[in-house]
C-alpha cells in the first residue's frame, strides 16, 4: 500500500513537472563590435496580430530595459496601426521622433506539439516503516520503485527577436527562443523579456 502511494506521488510531480513552462534562449547572435552598452534608447516593436498581447509584450520589454538602465518606449504609442507603417519612410519618422538608437523586433515563429518519449526507469525511495542499525536502514531504504516509459507531449512556442542599430541599419543581436507548455502568453511574455534583457547585457550591448 505505502509503495502505491510513493509510486502515484511520483507520478503526479512528473506530471506537474511537465506542466510547469519554462522559457530557453536555444539559438542567439550578437555583434561583437556592438559590444560596450552602446544602446541608449531602444523602440520595442511586437509584432503580433492581437492589439493586447502586443501592448502587454511592448510595456513588458520597456520595463525590463528600464530596469537595466536603458532608456526604452513602446511602439504603439506611436504606431497603433502596424499595417499603416509597411512604407520604410513612415516607420524611419517614428524612430527619428522617438529618438531611438536601436529598434527591437519580436514575432512568432512557430507554434508545435512536440512529442518525446521517456524511457522507463528504477528509482529507489526510503521505506517509512521501523528499521534495526545502519544495515537495516540500509537495505530497507533502498526499496526500488519502476517508472515504466511514457510519451510527453509538449506545446512549444518559438519567438524570434532581432535588435538593430539605428544609425547603421545593421543587426546587433539575434535569438530564438522556445517556451514549453505555456500557461498564457502573458507567462510567455514574461519570461520572454527576462532571457533576451540578459542575454544583452551579458553579451554587453546594455550595462
Known sequence: MKTNIRVIFLLL?????QA????????RWSEPAAQGGKLSKVLVIGLFQDDLMRRHFEDEFVTALIAKSRQAEASYVHMPDLRAYKDEKKLEAVVNKVGADAVLITRLKDVEDRKTYVPPRVEYVPTMHGYHGYYGFYMQAMTPIYTPG??????????????????DKDMVWA??????????????IRELADVVVSDMKKSGLIQ
Open 175 to 188: 535569438g530564438v527562443t522556445e517556451s514549453f507548455n505555456p500557461s498564457s502568453s502573458g507567462e510567455i
Open 20 to 27: 510547469c513552462s519554462s522559457t530557453k534562449l536555444v539559438t
Open 150 to 167: 511514457y510519451t510527453r507531449s509538449n506545446k512549444v512556442v518559438q519567438l524570434e527577436t532581432r535588435v538593430f542599430s539605428v544609425k
Open 13 to 17: 510531480a512528473l506530471l506537474v513537472l
